[in-house]
């Protein structure tokens, strides 16, 4: 098994930037492709952004495109989602999760991934 663990949340005012972490224990980190979701209030949980085991392939949702980046190191066991340009209907938990894999086929459902961390919440103020 993978543990997960997420930092860098916050409150922030519409147009800042925040450097999200996940932060894994466990097994070996780089067997593993990240994906980064999110789930605002009475919403259902949205797939953000993904990355493959080497960082070498990435995906992103098309409202996130431009203003996220993932990217990983697994000497750090450790991946990162940069956000920037911050918008009110950014404000949500983010998650990270976790699915063993070697390929760089990145999945969007947050079901196809079996290890989650239990999220920080981003703030955006207007």
């Known amino acids: 098994q993978v543990q997960l663990l997420e930092s860098g949340g916050g409150l922030v005012q519409t147009g800042g930037s925040l450097r999200l972490s996940c932060a894994a224990s466990?097994?070996?980190?780089?067997?593993?492709?990240v994906g980064w979701f999110r789930q605002a209030p009475g919403k259902e949980r949205e797939f953000a952004a993904a990355?493959?085991?080497?960082?070498?392939?990435?995906n992103y949702a098309d409202s996130v495109k431009g203003r996220f980046t993932i990217s990983r190191d697994n000497a750090k066991n450790t991946v990162y989602l940069q956000i920037i340009s911050l918008k009110p209907e950014d404000t949500a938990v983010y998650y990270c999760a976790a699915r063993e894999q070697r390929h760089a086929i990145l999945l969007t459902t947050p079901w196809s991934y079996g290890y989650w961390g239990q999220g920080t919440q981003v703030t955006v103020s207007s």
């Open positions: 990355i493959d085991w080497s960082g070498g392939s990435t």
């Open positions: 466990g097994r070996t980190f780089s067997n593993y492709a």
